[in-house]
């Protein structure tokens, strides 16, 4: 892992100009001279040169510790972390305190190579000086923590075994930010292509997965969002026809005759058919003037959250913001998650995994190894943010780790890496993630939405709502082309599906998963609406009696609530409702409670402003089934409530 703080060359040169050669600790002035020549050479960015006088220097006076001390600099400066510390240690040796920010400037240079002891020993030799600048004291402070922590990580690794995506995936460019949709069979990324001191830039590729669940050779994904300036950093949304990504400006442009705001912006596709519409800038208050990216949407759609970069001088300092839609579908003024989550370092490459409650993310400012290191955040059953947690080693090392992915079903991790045995610069790979830091597995409920008779595919508002608690988890409608609907669900709920439009009797289903699913299931079924017409009848699916009894359960209130909703605004119609049994049992005994439970929901309806004149109720005993009573199964199905339309 790289370092590329900046040591303040300039600053310490100043410092050591004012003096004539006298006061430098070399009594040869010929070595003066030399390091003076050096400061020349470092004012016009001429590295070799300087390296070069400096090198005369020390050999001409092997005790010259302010010229070990710029030689230390000048590699810092170059990122040859090696070279940067011999040197640094070479100016300490011969004079420790002269200039005490070189121990905290090779306690950073130790941590970049991953070597904690000594990087531990030499900031806490920095804090015993009184002179110090805050920032300073309080990363050294910070680092010791970390070399701290990462001995006890080298010593307790968690479980991973990456392994290299294949030629399918990566390339002799570099591949990152991986995204997946819910159903895990489409993957998009950036690439960026050509090499390096050549012109790059960055373009997406997608794949998908094959009937054997392999994933086929990427494809660059087009026109419509690929331009020749750079695109990265992508969101795709559960449902995978909507992406999110960043492109970023080139001298005021950012192609394909877009428009920003500033540096790199947000911008977001749909899917058409099978091509991708023209990109367009998510615009205010997403975008400003600073620089956006790393975008991660929610699974169902209505929290964005992002990185936003402010420049300080040369340095952009970035912050993790989350926005939400309003109930007009705008999305609210972008705010920073809290201190839990964001520190006063870096944090980017922001994931929220479908389960919508796990946050995956990057940082330079909590306790880890070194660096940039990915953390875990979960909220809590109060909607606040859990205390940040390391991923833990080998998943973080002394190297910048970030760009994670997690697959919907929380077990499965995505990274890039440019580890030995790859196709080329950076590959992506994929893990099987430790058990403590897994996300919550997520399934789909998904199909089509059409006319029970004519069978043209409709567009209608589906609600998928909590069944124990009636609350409305989200509201979504149909694709108005192709009927097409797509659900996230999660097993801390029980659901009941709901789906509407007008002059259509209203379609109703659970899918129960809180208990009991180790394995979640895949949902798919279409959803047939019946047109309101006299005769035509649904069944109440989500109507729940104890065994035996005719009380309605509370969790038939949803249920009932959108029957009364139903007839309150279609005040033309009348209907029946029946009650419908298996063959357990006398025929008298299921006829009684037949009736008495289709009386249950006639009661209901007479006690929430239906007129009475609308509605009737009987009990048909197991007249009228539907599915064999021979099966647990079929008598599941002939136990029922249901209505009829009897008037118009």
């Known amino acids: 892992m790289k370092y590329f703080f900046i040591v303040l060359i300039s ?244 192609g394909n005759g877009r428009s920003g705001y500033g540096s790199c912006d947000l911008f977001f596709t749909h899917k058409q058919g099978n091509r991708w519409s023209q990109a367009q800038n998510l615009g205010k208050p997403i975008n400003t003037a600073s620089w956006e990216s790393q975008p991660s949407l929610s699974s169902d759609g209505e929290t964005l959250y992002f990185v936003r970069g402010i420049y300080r001088g040369q340095q952009r300092e970035s912050d993790i913001m989350v926005s939400h839609l309003d109930k007009d579908g705008y999305w609210t003024s972008p705010k920073k998650l809290p201190k839990c989550i964001n520190t006063i370092e870096a944090e980017e490459s922001v994931f929220i995994h479908p389960d919508n409650q796990t946050l995956y993310f990057s940082s330079r400012g909590h306790i880890g190894m070194g660096g940039s290191d990915i953390y875990m955040s979960k909220l809590d059953e109060n909607g606040l943010w859990d205390s940040a947690i390391n991923l833990g080693y080998p998943i973080n090392t002394y190297k910048d780790e970030n760009s994670l992915l997690v697959g919907p079903e929380g077990n499965i991790g995505y990274f890039a890496s440019d580890r030995d045995g790859g196709f080329g610069e950076l590959d992506l790979y994929a893990f099987n993630m430790p058990e403590e830091i897994k996300a919550e597995p997520v399934t789909f409920f998904k199909g089509v939405v059409y006319d029970s008779l004519s069978r043209q595919l409709l567009a209608a508002q589906l609600e998928l709502i909590d069944l124990e608690t009636s609350e409305v988890l989200k509201k979504t409608f149909s694709n108005s082309k192709n009927g097409a609907f797509f659900l996230t669900l999660s097993p801390n709920h029980n659901y009941i599906i709901n789906a509407s439009k007008n002059g259509y009797l209203f379609y109703s289903d659970a899918f129960f998963i809180k208990e009991g699913h180790t394995q979640l299931e895949a949902f798919v079924k279409n959803v047939p609406l019946l047109p309101i017409e006299v005769g035509n009848s649904i069944v109440l699916k989500n ?106």
């Open 543 to 648: 109507i729940f009696f104890e065994t035996d009894q005719s009380d309605l359960m509370i969790e038939s209130r949803t249920e009932l609530k959108k029957l009364q909703a139903f007839l309150i605004s279609n005040p033309s119609i009348s209907i029946e409702i029946s009650g419908h049994t298996d063959n357990v049992g006398s025929y008298k005994y299921n006829k009684e409670l037949s009736e008495n439970r289709a009386k249950a929901v006639y009661d209901f309806l007479l006690n929430n402003k239906i007129e009475k004149s609308r509605l009737s109720y009987k009990g048909y005993s197991f007249d009228q089934p539907v599915d064999s009573n021979e099966t647990e199964k079929g008598r599941a199905k002939n136990r029922r409530t249901a209505f009829v339309i009897t008037g118009i």
């Open 11 to 254: 600053i310490f040169i100043a410092g050591t100009q004012s003096c004539d050669a006298q006061k430098l600790s070399s009594h040869s002035r010929k070595a003066a001279k030399l390091y003076e020549e050096a400061h020349s050479h470092l004012t016009f960015g001429h590295y070799h040169e300087a390296d070069e006088s400096l090198q005369k220097a020390v050999k001409i006076d092997p005790s010259f510790y302010e010229a070990y001390l710029l030689l230390g600099d000048l590699h810092a400066d170059l990122n040859e972390n090696d070279m940067a510390i011999r040197y640094y240690n070479k100016s300490i040796e011969l004079n420790a305190d002269f200039y005490p920010p070189a121990h905290y400037y090779v306690g950073k240079l130790y941590i970049g190579e991953g070597d904690y002891i000594e990087a531990e020993k030499a900031f806490k030799h920095f804090l015993t000086y009184q002179k110090i600048d805050d920032y300073s004291k309080q990363d050294a402070e910070r680092n010791i923590l970390n070399c701290q922590f990462a001995l006890t990580a080298l010593q307790n690794p968690v479980e991973f075994t990456p392994h290299n995506m294949g030629k399918s995936i990566n390339s002799v460019y570099s591949e990152y930010f991986p995204t997946m949709n819910v159903e895990g069979n489409f993957l998009l990324y950036t690439r960026r292509l050509g090499n390096e001191g050549q012109h790059q830039q960055e373009d997406f590729y997608a794949s998908m997965t094959n009937n054997s669940g392999k994933w086929v050779n990427a494809q660059n994904l087009g026109s419509s969002i690929n331009t020749q300036f750079n695109e990265g950093a992508a969101s795709i949304s559960a449902d995978g026809q909507t992406i999110i990504f960043t492109a970023c400006e080139q001298n005021g442009i950012y």
